[in-house]
């Protein structure tokens, strides 16, 4: 006869043995929801020290306080364009055109600093634009892990030059980044649809 203490025994031994299994099949990719912000509103940026005005969704916060490696700009038209919900910045640095910034120097520099992404870079495309209101530029789009996936200039070409680039606040990643960049994209070339020169 089988006494119940080893029947016990035996019992809890079993549920062990097949507790312990693991399943084995590979798990899909998976990456952090993203809740994209969401707004009604628009920000019209029109300050009148400033030479252009331009429109934004209402969920961007217009950071006027900027520095330049720990120093204040001295033209008053520089500014950060803060997206909080997706932590990314775009950073917007003006140049008035004269003897000392000449449109040549302008784009040279453009060039740059956007190609300084290049180690980084799986590709760089650069892509001419010209808004309905006279306004042209160049964006350029950033592909793999580059710091900045997405920078811009607009001019017109004898006075001004407002040059643009995308940061976000967090390691690059181009893969989990991929849809926030698109969405971040939008926003930017409708802000440059809107951009007028005063």
Known sequence: MIKPFY??????????????ETDTSPKPNAWPRVHYPESDDSVVFDDPDCPYTFTLP???EIDRNVTYFKETPDDPCWMNLICKDLNATI???NKPLDEKYSY??????????TYKHSSRADFIEPQEIENANGVHGLIYFVGGDAASNFQFF??????HFVRGALYF???PNADSLKPVIQFMVQDIEGMLGSWKWK
């Open 7 to 20: 029947i016990f025994i035996t019992g809890i031994l079993l549920s062990g043995i097949y507790a312990c």
């Open 58 to 60: 209402g969920y961007y």
């Open 91 to 93: 950073y917007l640095s």
């Open 104 to 113: 040549a120097q302008m784009i040279e520099d453009a060039y740059k600093l």
């Open 154 to 159: 607009v001019t017109d070409t004898v006075h």
């Open 169 to 171: 606040n967090n390691k």
